[in-house]
């Protein structure tokens, strides 16, 4: 897959049940897709590289290509989503004006991403099913394996 200019990406790990769950959610709030809305596995690392985030950086949080080329991480890339639609945008607002609100938005998705592999299997959700094989195809294997930040 290409990165084109003047879109918005959503790039999440589709080797993680709940990061896969929080994508289809993502899809249906976003009905007039302004996201292309995919695992970061689909394109080749050297495109993203481009853009200054690596495989690693996306195995570890989700990213947000703008449509100018600008990179938002984790609890930012959320808030960027969600600012894009008018409901989603009152949220951001209220999170960014109540003190300290920031400070435990960006605490608990650290919390989510720190335990997405446990949370996905209380879910009943895919677990570590796609593993990345770094080649200029960027073609996927599919290997049961522990995620590396999962204990």
């Not at 991480?73 to 945008?89: C, D, E, H, M």
Request: some cysteine.
């Amino acid at each position: 897959m290409r990165i084109e200019a003047g879109r918005d990406y959503l790039l999440f790990d589709g080797d993680c049940g709940i990061c896969s769950h929080s994508a289809n959610v993502a899809r249906r709030i976003d009905r007039n897709h302004r996201f292309v809305i995919e695992p970061y596995q689909d394109f080749a690392e050297a495109e993203l590289l481009a853009f200054g985030i690596s495989f690693g950086d996306c195995t570890k949080e989700l990213q947000v290509i703008t449509r100018r080329g600008g990179v938002v991480s984790g609890a930012g890339a959320i808030n960027y989503f969600l600012w894009q639609r008018f409901p989603g945008k009152l949220l951001v607002i209220v999170i960014w004006t109540v003190p300290l609100l920031p400070l435990v938005e960006m605490a608990a998705y650290a919390l989510v991403a720190r335990n997405r592999r446990r949370i996905s299997l209380l879910l009943g959700l895919e677990v570590c099913s796609v593993t990345t094989v770094p080649a200029a195809s960027a073609s996927l294997q599919r290997h049961d394996v522990a995620h590396p930040n999962d204990p």
